[in-house]
């Protein structure tokens, strides 16, 4: 079992590093090694995280009830791009801990979340070759359209976006 509870920004620390645990086992055959680094240091520095949370982006952890240790985290944003769409911006879950319900577990908090907030579309943006595409069709989300995003020094993001109605 897991607990899901939000945090603060002055818990930066806890995000960054389950993001560098992650990482580099989830993205090492689908980016980069030099992308995936410069990646993780653009959005989980310290101050790539604070501002996420100054933008308004939520943040979760999924807690293992009996150890307490963090097992995964996502985030998330109201009202993005348009009233009544939440963002998921992220959401990862420890490699050693996938395909044990935690993904979906925070997936379906932040499902309600972004109900309770009167959302009625839930999305998120997933590189073409992630794997986890599967997943977030059995969700529900279903791809609606492509992006490739200029993140700088040279290197995109060659995402599909994906959506369910709430």
Not at 141 to 147: A, D
Request: hydrophobic share 40%; proline share 2%.
């Amino acid at each position: 079992m897991i607990n899901i509870k939000q945090i603060e920004s002055k818990d930066w620390q806890i995000i960054q590093d389950l993001a560098f645990a992650i990482w580099p086992k989830v993205y090492k055959n689908i980016v980069s090694t030099e992308q995936l680094y410069f990646m993780l240091g653009w959005k989980y520095s310290q101050d790539g995280l604070i501002k996420s949370f100054k933008d308004g982006h939520l943040f979760y952890l999924a807690i293992d009830e009996i150890s307490q240790k963090p097992l995964g985290f996502c985030s998330i944003e109201h009202n993005c791009g348009h009233q009544h769409h939440t963002k998921v911006h992220k959401i990862y879950v420890l490699p050693d801990h996938h395909k044990k319900g935690i993904g979906y577990q925070l997936l379906s908090y932040v499902k309600n979340e972004a109900i309770m907030e009167e959302a009625d579309l839930l999305f998120l943006n997933v590189n073409k070759d992630n794997p986890a595409i599967e997943f977030y069709k059995r969700f529900g989300l279903e791809i609606t359209s492509s992006e490739v995003i200029e993140i700088g020094q040279g290197y995109v993001m060659d995402d599909y976006v994906m959506a369910i109605h709430l």
